[in-house]
């Protein structure tokens, strides 16, 4: 039987390409998503991935949709934290609830997720936890305040529980992606993407869902069982750490 792999923010963007990468890999994927019903139904038609629908903000939404994947699908052996949400603005001009929106959702919905299949993993002594941060929670990002800390904590989720999970056979990694030419950043304008973004990267271009998608499926796999508490900076060279 072939292991079982939930990816959140699943159906779209980056997280579709994780999906269908892990589909082709051999994993049997669940796509979680948080509200687009409609882009989560044509995924499925177009894929054949199933999707759920919960927000990673909510515990015990968490606790609920994570048991009904395993009732439909099997044990999860794979989570990829993917999903994530910005509310961009320069900080004197943040408010509680643009921080906390980010935060619950895109630091505490790593707790939220793994918590529930930590046990299950420890268990059945195998597990595969890939967290999807950012070169912005690398570097930091001006009107990114929220967002940045988030990704750094992220980071610092993802060394903690490394050391905890090591000896249980669950490795537990990282990745930052630098700017990816999903629907969001290529609906920057045009002249903004050119003269200022693209420059700044030095391959010249922007990044592909798929590379992102191809480090997620070499992490997940048996064969990278040595490598965990690591961070994959994917960003074109962008930013070295």
């Known amino acids: 039987m072939s292991k079982v792999a939930i990816v959140t ?31 989560a139904g044509k995924f499925t038609a177009e894929t054949g991935i199933k999707t759920y629908k919960w927000s990673v903000a909510d515990y015990d939404a968490c606790v609920a949709g ?6 439909d699908l099997g044990p999860v052996a794979v989570l990829v934290n993917n999903a994530g949400i910005t509310r961009d603005g320069m900080f004197h001009k943040m408010t509680p609830q643009m921080w906390g929106e980010v935060i619950n959702t895109n630091l505490t919905g790593l707790f939220n997720m793994t918590n ?36 750094a904590g992220d980071l610092g989720f993802t060394k ?12 537990v990694n990282a990745i930052c992606p630098g700017y ?33 998608a191809r480090a997620v499926v ?14 994959i900076s994917a960003n074109g060279g962008q930013y070295f750490s």
Not at 28 to 35: K, P
Not at 182 to 211: C, H, S, Y
Request: proline fraction near 3%; aromatic fraction near 6%; avoid cysteine.
């Open 9 to 39: 923010g699943g159906s779209r963007g980056i997280g579709a390409a994780i999906s269908v990468a892990l589909k082709a890999a051999g994993y049997t994927v669940a796509a979680n998503y948080a509200g687009n019903d409609e882009a």
């Open 66 to 71: 994570i048991a009904q994947v395993e009732a």
């Open 116 to 151: 529930p299949v930590w046990s299950g993993m420890r268990e059945r002594k195998f597990g595969r936890v890939i967290n999807i941060s950012s070169i912005n929670g690398q570097k930091g990002q001006a009107g990114q305040v929220n967002y940045s800390a988030a990704k």
């Open 160 to 171: 903690a529980l490394a050391q905890e999970g090591a000896r249980a056979g669950i490795t």
């Open 180 to 212: 990816i030419g999903t629907d969001m950043v290529k609906a920057i304008d045009e002249k903004v993407l050119n003269e200022r973004i693209i420059p700044q990267i030095p391959v010249g271009r922007l990044g592909e869902p798929e590379e992102i």
């Open 218 to 231: 070499f992490l997940a796999a048996d064969d990278a069982g040595f490598i965990t508490g690591s961070t």
